[in-house]
T-cell receptor, first 114, second 116 residues
């Protein structure tokens, strides 16, 4: 079984500042890792994913994440945020032969202030 | 190409009433999922399907039933609604067996259900 912990429930930040949203996971098997974003009153959209290969993954809207196997982490970063990045962000993990099933973290609400 | 659609968008039920939520996808995906989203708890998997005619329990299946009679549709039923089922329900789909096997799940816009 897998589990995901997002270490911050809310992250306030000023526009053009850098941001890091933290995600730790636990699993007894190899994992695939994902970050999804949910804008207000909408469904979830994929930001980026790690399946294999390079541990630094680049996604849409200038976001990137780094897979760290030894620390079982997959933190999301952006060097300069915009007001439009205000949303809830979910880290998710799929492991082994779980038929595509994802286990989600609790979510981090990112609020970008002008 | 509409992606994943959900019907209805909003619904208010009284305790004990029943209803069915409909999810439809036009991407020829094999797998479909129903999640519920509650504040501070992320998304939790209710039921899922790996193909037409198949269903399986997820993390929180109690009080719900599902059916996948057609590949493009996945129905979620509440036989006797309870206030604890007040939530936002999301449907998702993934895996085009002829192409995309990269685990990306595509989500519908959600159904906001209130049980009084």
């Amino acid at each position: 079984a897998q589990s995901v912990t997002q270490l911050d429930s809310q992250v306030p930040v000023f526009e053009e500042a850098p941001v890091e949203l933290r995600c730790n996971y636990s699993s007894s098997v190899s994992v695939y890792l994902f970050w999804y974003v949910q804008y207000p009153n909408q469904g979830l959209q994929l930001l980026l994913k790690y399946l294999s290969g390079s541990t630094l993954v680049k996604g849409i809207n200038g976001f990137e994440a780094e897979f760290n196997k030894s620390q079982t982490s997959f933190h999301l970063r952006k060097p300069s945020v915009h007001i439009s990045d205000t949303a809830e962000y979910f880290c998710a993990v799929r492991g082994g032969t779980s038929y595509g099933k994802l286990t989600f973290g609790q979510g981090t609400i990112l609020t970008v202030h002008p | 190409n509409a992606g994943v659609t959900q019907t209805p968008k909003f619904r208010v039920l009284k305790t004990g009433q029943s209803m069915t939520l409909l999810c439809a996808q036009d991407m020829n995906h094999e797998y479909m999922y129903w999640y519920r989203q509650d504040p501070g708890m992320g998304l939790r998997l209710i039921h899922y399907s790996v193909g037409e005619g198949t269903t399986a329990k997820g993390e929180v299946p109690d009080g719900y039933n599902v059916s996948r009679l057609k590949k493009q549709n996945f129905l979620l039923g509440l036989e006797s609604a309870a206030p604890s089922q007040t939530s936002v329900y999301f449907c998702a789909s993934s895996y085009d067996m002829s192409g995309d096997l990269t685990d990306t799940q595509y989500f519908g816009p959600g159904t906001r259900l209130t049980v009084l």
